[in-house]
């Protein structure tokens, strides 16, 4: 306990000396999230969408991500003077490493003139490929606005199976879709969150757009629930009456929730990002202490320009968008 202390108390340290920031998304453990002037480390939390948005206008040197490192990739095409350090390169997501730029030119070969749409959750070189992009907050709204009577969108065939469902009965509108799975969301089957809704009747039910589409028609079914990204399940637990909520995604939010909303009970399957577990305070802390050294270079996200600057493209249009 002391020893995690004395290293957030380090960490505080060295981001002033360094002018550094430090960017933590919702799945990162507790004590990654608590704010920097709550004497914390984070100078900001939030979901994919918020962290690109926050990245962009990052004015200090530094931007520490305590994410996984499509997010942390992201943020250096947005803001590619900055330097950016990630903790852990073993911070992936089984997302992002289920397609490839090489892939994308194939789907585009394979249907010509279709617009692709590329989840957050990939890496550049994929991103570099796409018309535009989206995060689990927007996809919906951006799917729509496309024109054509189908879209290309990757690589998560669940989100991508939840939006059809919706987009089909609006438009007629197909979705050609890939075979990524987030190997956390793919686990909240309707078993599991059927057998926690026989348990807990009154409880709502919230679910990630990247869970199972059985999943999400029986999680709504009953006394209700949303299907949304990490802020809507956020804004919703603040805007609905109801006391107790199962929660279909990742362990830690769920510790979010309750720091959160202290007076309500979360049902939590605890199911864990292993990517996101990278992240620890004491490798944050490497990171940090590594500025200026010749091991900076071990945290540090480096892209080529070219594929940087074609990945900037589809982001953009989604900020604009947004
Ligand atoms: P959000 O866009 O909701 O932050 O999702 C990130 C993620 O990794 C979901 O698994
Ligand atoms: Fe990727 Fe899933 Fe982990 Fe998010 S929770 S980083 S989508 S593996």
Redo the contacts with the bound molecule.
């Keep these: 306990e002391a020893a995690l202390l004395d290293a957030v108390e380090e960490i505080r340290e060295l981001k002033k000396k360094h002018n550094a920031v430090v960017l933590s998304h919702f799945?990162m453990p507790a004590e990654l999230q608590v704010k920097h002037e709550d004497g914390g480390i984070a100078d900001f939390v939030g979901d994919s969408l918020g962290l690109s948005v926050a990245a962009k206008t990052v004015e200090a040197d530094y931007i520490i991500f305590c994410g996984?490192k499509?997010m942390a990739e992201t943020a250096k095409i947005l803001n590619p003077a900055k330097q950016v350090l990630l903790p852990s390169f073993d911070a992936?997501?089984?997302?992002?490493e289920s397609i490839t730029g090489e892939d994308v030119r194939l789907l585009k070969k394979l249907w010509p003139g279709v617009p692709v749409v590329a989840y957050i959750?990939t890496y550049a070189e994929t991103k570099a490929e796409a018309d535009i992009c989206c995060t689990s907050r927007n996809a919906m709204d951006i799917a729509r606005s496309l024109g054509g009577d189908k879209l290309i969108f990757l690589p998560?065939l669940y989100m991508g199976r939840n939006l059809q469902t919706k987009i089909k009965a609006e438009t007629g509108k197909e979705l050609i879709l890939w075979e990524g799975k987030?190997?956390?969301?793919e686990q909240f089957t309707p078993q599991r969150i059927n057998g926690l809704k026989l348990m807990y009747p009154e409880a709502q039910v919230l679910v990630h757009w990247?869970v199972p589409d059985d999943t999400v028609t029986d999680a709504l079914k009953g006394a209700g629930g949303i299907v949304g990204s990490t802020s809507d399940i956020i804004r919703f637990v603040g805007e609905s009456e109801s006391k107790q909520f199962i929660l279909g995604s990742?362990c830690d939010l769920g510790a979010t929730l309750r720091g959160m909303y202290p007076n309500k009970e979360f049902i939590v399957p605890c199911i864990k990002?292993?990517?996101?577990k990278q992240i620890t305070i004491p490798r944050t802390l490497d990171a940090l202490r590594a500025i200026g050294s010749e091991k900076e270079k071990l945290f540090e996200i480096t892209l080529e320009e070219e594929i940087s600057k074609r990945a900037l493209i589809p982001i953009e249009r989604m900020l604009a968008f947004s």
């Design positions: 799945y996984v499509f992936g997501c089984s997302l992002a959750n998560d987030c190997e956390v969301h990247e990742e990002c292993p990517h996101m």
